[in-house]
């Protein structure tokens, strides 16, 4: 099974513990859009990417969503798991951003090995202090940084992970990212295109001054 490949301690398993994740964990196939995790009510259970892309996002009282970070290949997502960690108290949504495939380790099982190897304790730690790190940097970008500057990198950082420059995304997916409303997205969208950032046409914006808007965030 290729689950030992995207599982950094699997090593460190002892073997009854290996074969209680083979024994109850399932592999799904999602497509893109679909709500894997939709509230802390929920306890979906570990999600372990095989391939594809997920985005972990909170969803404001007035409706407006907000990435918090996004997932991609042997990355483990245990906010899927919240009835495990006692001190999440929000609600998470995780959604598909490409058809993914990703394995689904059921929470219990989860639970009764980390109890039991130091490894997995350990190996669960550092996963959630990354993760909360992730988001305490958001909200210090969303509290101090311009929002010009928080634009120019999103999209410098969408074109990494693309590996394009041209990039198929509309205002209203970008300002779900960054937490803004279409209309202010469209309006510095308009701005970076005036100066000759980026080049807008229907569903695209394509980089034109990759330099130009790594000043902007400078």
Known sequence: MEF??????????TNSQQEQLHKHMTERFVKKGTVIHG?????TGLLVVK????????????????????????DLCLF???????????????ESEKDTVLWVIP?????????????????TNEVMASRFSEVMW??????????????AEFLLKEASIEGTNALHITHETIGKHLGNPR??????????????FVQLSRGTVE???????????Q
Not at 138 to 151: G, H, Y
Not at 184 to 194: D, I
């Open 4 to 13: 030992e490949l995207y599982f950094p301690i699997w090593q460190q398993l």
């Open 207 to 217: 980089l034109c001054d990759i330099k130009g808007l790594q000043k902007i965030i």
């Open 107 to 123: 929470t219990e099982i989860y639970r009764q090995i980390m109890s039991e190897s130091a490894a997995a304790a350990n190996f």
């Open 39 to 43: 509230s802390s009510a929920e306890c």
């Open 80 to 94: 899927s798991a919240s009835c495990m960690i006692r001190s999440i108290q929000f609600d998470i949504t995780i």
């Open 183 to 196: 209309e202010v997205v469209t309006r510095m969208l308009k701005y970076f295109s005036e100066e000759g």
């Open 138 to 151: 958001l909200m210090d970008q969303i509290l101090w940084k311009r929002f010009d500057s928080r634009l």
């Open 51 to 74: 391939q594809g892309q997920l985005r972990a996002y909170m969803i404001s009282e007035d409706g407006r969503e907000i990435t918090l970070y996004r997932l991609f290949d042997r």
